[in-house]
């Protein structure tokens, strides 16, 4: 398999999050790296802002997907410290367990994806509900039995931390991220700092779902959305998958002043996508994809 590229955006020279100036500004990996993401947007971040980036980027890459990567051997920047073995739980029949370490490739597949409704400024209402699905492979289950570390009459149990806020944290940092790296931030009114930072819960206000027709694959694909007369921006993104796919979630990243402004910042975004291009010769871009869909 060939190493994949990475593709580098022009530097920022400003915090994307708070607007700040203050050096040493950090590149930003607009999907983490520990997701497989190449894009990198250098001098994008101050040193607060990656603070407080790092922590939800970390509850996603360790604690939510950490199993999953090393059972499917995701990129890691320290592949000598990734664990060669893992623990599952065997769970008897009168409800005690107890710890099995299985070698990492025997993990089970096994992971939580999160359905979400439109987006509640795209919809009129706060969407009160989103669906949590558990994925998992029910082969890698028999294997565990057939290879003799879980008894016929045993259940497994896999520990995972599920965490909701952290995941859509994610998608708004991936979601500005792109936008600002494609148009820049001063292309429109950015809606998604406050969430990005921790200073609105309100989730579900700005990230949401599409319909299957809507979906994509691995990328992330600029929209320009007319909601009632009001134009936004939005990015629909799909992560790589880990053995199933994801749904397509879409992040609505800020809005323009009227119709003009939208125009503008589509021709930068045309103009960004052709550079990205130049760089990246003809081959596919591994990891991620560039896509645009243009405003009724
Ligand atoms: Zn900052």
Known sequence: MSKPKNVVYEAANYCIYCGGTEPPLT????????????????????????KVTRGFNEAIARSMYGRMRIRLNVPTRKPKERPTELSILAIRRDGTEREVMVPAELYPRCYTVFKFKRAGILSDKYPATFDRELRNSSEDMAELVKQGYVQPDEDIGIIEHVRVDAFCEQLAQIGHAHTVAMMGMDSFEPLLPPLILGNDKRYFQLIGGVSKEEAV????????????????????VGLPDFGWNFPTYQIICGRFADKDAMEAAAAKLKAAADKLKLIDGDEELEGFRIDMAPAE
């Open 27 to 50: 590149d930003e990996h607009i999907v983490p790296f520990s997701l497989g993401g190449r894009l990198i947007f250098p001098k994008a971040s101050c040193v607060a802002c990656q």
């Open 217 to 236: 694959n691995t990328g992330a694909t600029v929209d320009f959305i007319n909601h009632q007369g009001t134009y936004f921006v939005g990015c629909r």
